[in-house]
C-alpha cells in the first residue's frame, strides 16, 4: 500500500467514526428527503472515482465490481437523467435507503480508500453526507408507504411497480382508478420481500388493517412462484415462505376480530403443514371464536389514532388535495396591496382564502428563487428532527410530525423580515417575532392538525413572556404532489405554491386563541417540501395591531 494509501485510511477511519456519532435520533435520512439527496450526489461521485480506477488498474475486488453494478441496476438508467428522483419519489426513496442500509460499510471503506472520495477536508460537509441510513430508516421508510398509501387510497398493485395511482369508492361500492400520479418506473420496485416487511412494519404499529392490505399484496406477487425468497431478515436466506405469510395474514385479521376472515388463511397454513402445532392452535382458537361470535359481523374499518384531532377530517382534505392540486373554489378574491409606503410601487399580490375568523391569505411571489434556495442552503447545516410540545410544554420527538428544523438567524434574513412587516403591518424584529424556522420535510413528511399559538399550560410550563398571533408560512419549494396545508375545521385546502407564502392569525384582535387556525401539513407524496415559518408574537405589537370593536374579532 502507498504512503498516500495509509493516510487516506487513517483518514477514512476518523472520518466513518464521526459520521456514526453525527447519526442520532436528531436526524436521519427518513425525517429529512434532503440527506437522501445529497447521499445519492456523494455515491455518485463515488462511483466515477470507481470506474476511472477501475479503468485504470486491475486491482478492484469482486466485491467493489458488483457495488458499482449494483448502482448501476438500481439506480442509473437510459433517459433517466433525474438522480434526486430518486430520492423524492416514495417506492425510489424506500429502495434506496434499503440498498445502503443492507450495504457491507466494509465495502465504502475499501471504495474510499482507492479513491479518496468521502475523506474530511477543511471547510468539507463530507462527514454529514457520508453516514449511511439505519435499519430505523428503513423501518421509517417502510412506515411512510404505509401512510401514503393509507391516506392517498393508492392502488397497492400499481405502488409495487413504482407508480401512484388513487383510487376512489364509487356510490355502489366499485373501485375505480381515479389519477395517475406517476409513470411506471422499471427501476422502482417492490418486491414480495419488500411487502411483507412493510406488512411486519405496520403490525408492531398496531396498524393491522394495513397489515392485511400488505400482506395480501405479498400473497399475490408470489403467486405461482416459489415463496422461499420471501423473507424479512436478509442473513437467513431460507426465509418465511407462504405459511408464514399467511399466518401473518390470519394474526393480522384476528386483531382486528375478523375470526371469520382469519380462519381460511389458518386452514390454508395448517395445509402446507400438517403438523405444525403451532398453526393448529391458532385454527382450533379461531373456529371458537367463530362460534362465539355466531352471525354478529363486526366491521373491519380503520382504528383512528384518539391523539389526532380532526383525523378522519384532516385525512380526507389531504386525499382530495392530491386529487384537484388546486385552490378549493372560484369565488376566491385576488388583489393588490399596499400596507406599507415600501410596496406602493411594488405592491403584494394577496389571494384572500378565508375573508372571516379566522383571515386567511396567500401571498404570491414573496421571494425570488435565489432567496429560497439560500434559505434551503443555510439552513442545511442547522437541521435537526422536528420536535412536538405537550401540553406541558415540554418537547418530544413524534412519528406526527416527520421533518428536520433549522432556525435561521435574523442577522441572515433580516431583509427577509423587513418585507414580511411590510406585508403584515407587525414588527419583526426581536424580541417581537421568533427567527425564521426552515423545514424540510421527510419521507411521506407530514404534520398532523395542530395549533401554532401555545395553551395556556404550555406557556405557563415554557414560562414564556409572549405568544404567537399571527403565522407566515413561506414555501421554499415546489412539491409534485402531496404536501399540500390543511384547515380541517373550516374545510380549507391550501396546495404548495413556490416563492408564496401563507398568512393566518393564531390569535384574535381580542387576545383570545383562534382555535379555527388548526391547520396541518398533508404527507409528501413526491418531492421535497421546504418551507419557513416566522412567528409574529403580541409582545412589542399591542399598539400594531389594536383590539377590534367586538370581542368576537
Known amino acids: ?96 435507503v434499503k440498498r445502503l442500509a443492507q450495504t ?12 479518496g472520495v468521502g475523506v474530511a477536508r477543511d471547510g468539507d460537509d463530507v462527514i454529514k453526507i457520508s453516514e449511511l441510513p439505519t435499519e430505523e430508516d428503513l423501518r421509517m421508510s417502510a412506515l411512510a408507504l404505509v401512510r401514503l398509501q393509507d391516506i392517498y387510497h393508492l392502488d397497492l398493485r400499481s405502488l409495487t411497480r413504482g407508480q401512484l395511482v388513487m383510487l376512489s369508492r364509487q356510490s355502489d361500492g366499485t373501485v375505480v382508478k381515479q389519477k395517475r400520479l406517476s409513470r411506471v418506473e422499471p427501476t422502482f420496485t417492490l418486491e414480495a420481500e419488500d411487502t411483507v416487511y412493510i406488512g411486519d412494519v405496520a ?72 403438523n405444525n402445532q403451532e398453526i393448529k392452535s391458532k385454527v382450533v382458537e379461531s373456529e371458537r371464536q367463530v362460534t362465539l361470535q355466531g352471525d354478529v359481523t363486526v366491521k373491519m374499518g380503520k382504528l383512528l389514532q384518539g391523539a389526532i384531532p380532526y383525523q378522519q377530517d384532516y385525512e380526507n382534505l389531504c386525499y382530495r388535495s392530491a386529487l384537484q392540486n388546486q385552490a378549493p373554489s372560484s369565488r376566491l378574491s385576488c388583489t393588490f396591496v399596499r400596507t406599507s409606503p415600501q410596496l406602493y410601487l411594488s ?27 439560500m434559505m434551503r442552503e443555510l439552513a442545511l447545516k442547522e437541521l435537526k428532527r422536528s420536535p412536538v410540545v405537550d401540553k406541558n410544554g415540554k ?78 408560512l413561506i414555501y421554499l419549494s415546489e412539491v409534485e404532489a402531496g404536501g399540500a396545508t390543511v384547515f380541517p375545521q373550516i374545510n380549507l385546502i391550501v396546495p404548495a405554491v413556490k416563492n408564496a407564502a401563507l398568512m393566518f392569525r393564531d390569535m384574535k384582535r381580542s387576545g383570545d386563541f383562534e382555535p379555527l387556525s388548526m391547520h396541518a401539513g398533508c404527507p409528501v407524496l413526491i418531492g421535497s417540501k421546504w418551507i419557513a415559518n416566522k412567528w409574529i408574537l403580541d409582545r412589542g405589537n399591542e399598539f400594531r395591531r389594536p383590539c377590534g370593536l367586538t370581542p368576537e374579532e
Open 104 to 115: 457491507d460499510p466494509r465495502i465504502l471503506k475499501h471504495a474510499q480508500l482507492l479513491t
Open 395 to 472: 418537547a418530544f420527538l413524534s412519528n406526527f410530525r416527520v421533518s428536520e428544523t433549522g432556525w435561521l438567524h435574523d442577522n441572515t434574513t433580516e431583509k427577509l423580515s423587513r418585507r414580511v412587516s411590510y406585508i403584515t403591518g407587525l414588527n419583526t424584529e426581536y424580541p417581537s417575532a421568533e427567527s425564521f424556522q426552515v423545514v424540510n420535510y421527510g419521507l411521506g413528511g407530514l404534520y398532523v392538525p395542530h395549533v401554532d399559538y401555545f395553551e395556556e399550560d404550555q406557556v405557563r410550563h415554557m414560562k414564556r413572556p409572549d405568544n404567537r398571533i399571527l403565522t407566515f
Open 347 to 373: 405592491p403584494a399580490k394577496m389571494e384572500v382564502l378565508h375573508e372571516t375568523s379566522p383571515e386567511i391569505a396567500l401571498y404570491h411571489d414573496v421571494i425570488s428563487d435565489q432567496e429560497a434556495a
Open 1 to 96: 500500500m502507498t504512503n498516500r494509501g495509509m493516510l487516506v485510511l487513517v483518514l477514512l477511519q476518523s472520518t466513518l467514526f464521526a459520521a456514526v456519532v453525527y447519526a442520532s435520533k436528531q436526524h436521519g435520512f427518513s425525517t429529512a428527503v434532503v440527506r437522501l439527496e445529497n447521499m445519492l450526489l456523494f455515491e455518485s461521485r463515488l462511483i466515477d472515482e470507481i470506474r476511472q480506477y477501475i479503468t485504470d488498474t486491475d486491482g478492484a475486488s469482486e466485491d467493489l465490481r458488483r457495488y458499482v453494478e449494483d448502482f448501476e441496476h438500481n439506480i442509473l438508467r437510459p433517459g433517466f437523467a433525474d438522480l434526486a428522483y430518486h430520492a423524492r419519489h416514495p417506492v425510489g426513496a424506500y429502495r434506496l
Open 203 to 274: 403490525y408492531n404499529e398496531e396498524d393491522y388493517l394495513n397489515a392485511v392490505l400488505w400482506y395480501l399484496i405479498t400473497l399475490d406477487l408470489t403467486e405461482g412462484k416459489e415463496m422461499a425468497d420471501i423473507t424479512d431478515d436478509t442473513a437467513n436466506d431460507s426465509g418465511p415462505g407462504r405459511v408464514q405469510v399467511l399466518v401473518k395474514l390470519g394474526d393480522a385479521l384476528t386483531k382486528l376480530q375478523q375470526h371469520q376472515r382469519a380462519l381460511p388463511f389458518y386452514n390454508e397454513a395448517l395445509q402446507l403443514e400438517p
